[in-house]
């Protein structure tokens, strides 16, 4: 059983941050890093639970919930006047908040972070601490970053703040050098099972193949979704490899536009998803993870090689600094696909 109730994986960090809460020893700013969806913020507020009471309410701010994600997509049609007068922020327990990235960037804000030093300030209402949680700290830009720390320097002395990163080293070295840092890492196969049976998954098995080793992927993962996501990448990459016509991908490209809501970064996971799958096949191993598109993947890895493979990469790691530039989705992976087209024309043999 975890130290934290109804957390599962990571125990090693779990138990620690119980046995700072029965010591009264609780350092002011922890800082949690770990891949997407591997229970960071869900820690917090395990947490935040056990150090605050009031469990139900802490759980209500939980970023995945509906309510929450219909305010935040919400909040994407607003002006960025709007949204800097009225930061974001999820605040359902008196003594939690939860600060997330906001706006069509997803960005933690200097707005936000004003808000954050202004509360910080406040006395708990309701006991002895009060718990700030900025989750995708990793997503703040450099006026929020500089602007925290001048809290982390010398925070008062009911305030535990906690922050998420996906990546350390995006941030700034002075947040990292005033933090207590945990590394959260994937679950094991046997952990996902007890968590995805807990939850009493649907497709189980599926959601574990796809999750990776993060529960909250699998939790959260719209399979009907996800696969639709798929079929777009999966079309181009076909494209790319020599396995379809321009005109085949024009109507995929021209319904990509057409999906106003949906942002280039939803793409990038199922992106990557592909591209690891096509490596495994080309050095003989199944496509694994995603078993009902297997054919399809291996007529790609046998197309290609393993230089356009790494173009592809390149690509869509572009793809994924643009999403932070807001640049025009469909031109952006029109012009990936047909550059790994002419890559591949212009070597004249495939693997």
């Known amino acids: ?61 939980d970023l995945s ?23 974001l922020l999820f605040s359902t327990h008196p003594d939690f908040i939860t600060f997330s990235p906001d706006g069509p960037l997803r960005q933690i804000t200097i707005h936000q972070i004003r808000e954050f030093r202004e509360r910080a300030q406040f006395k708990p209402l309701e006991g002895s601490h009060r718990v700030f949680l900025i989750d995708r700290l990793d997503r703040a830009n450099e006026q929020a970053a500089n602007s925290l720390l001048k809290v982390l320097e010398e925070p008062p002395e009911h305030m ?28 094991a196969e046997n952990e996902m099972l007890e968590f995805a049976k807990a939850r009493n998954l649907t497709e189980a098995a599926t959601r574990i193949a796809l999750a990776e080793g993060c529960p909250g992927i699998a939790a959260t993962l719209d399979l009907d979704v996800f696969r639709d996501r798929r079929a777009l990448m999966l079309s181009a990459l076909e494209y790319g490899a020599g396995l379809a016509q321009f005109a085949d991908w024009v109507q995929n490209s021209e ?36 078993r009902d ?47 790994l087209r002419n890559y591949l024309e212009a070597a004249g043999t495939y693997s």
């Open 1 to 61: 059983m975890s130290a934290l109730p109804d957390f599962y994986g990571n125990p090693a960090v779990a138990q620690t941050l119980r046995k700072m809460i029965d010591g009264g020893r609780i350092p002011q700013t922890i800082l949690l890093s770990g891949p997407e969806g591997v229970g960071k913020a869900t820690l917090a507020r395990r947490f935040a639970a056990a150090l605050l009471g009031g469990g139900s309410k802490i759980e209500q701010d």
């Open 65 to 87: 919930l509906p309510q929450n994600m219909d305010s935040m997509a919400e909040r994407d049609k607003w002006t960025a006047e709007k949204r800097a007068d009225d930061p």
């Open 160 to 187: 535990v703040i906690f922050a998420t990163a996906e990546n350390l080293y995006d941030l700034l070295p002075t947040i990292r050098s005033r933090s207590l840092v945990l590394q959260l890492s994937r679950l």
């Open 255 to 290: 319904s990509f536009g057409n999906r106003k809501t949906e942002k280039l970064d939803f793409y990038l996971k199922p992106g990557y998803g592909l591209l690891e799958e096509i490596l495994a096949v080309m050095q003989g191993r199944d496509a694994s993870r995603q």
């Open 293 to 339: 598109i297997q054919q399809r993947v291996t007529a790609i890895a046998q197309r290609v090689n393993f230089e356009w493979l790494e173009q592809a990469v390149k690509g869509v790691d572009e793809l994924a600094v643009m999403v932070k530039r807001n640049i025009q989705k469909v031109g952006a992976l029109d012009a990936m696909i047909i550059k």
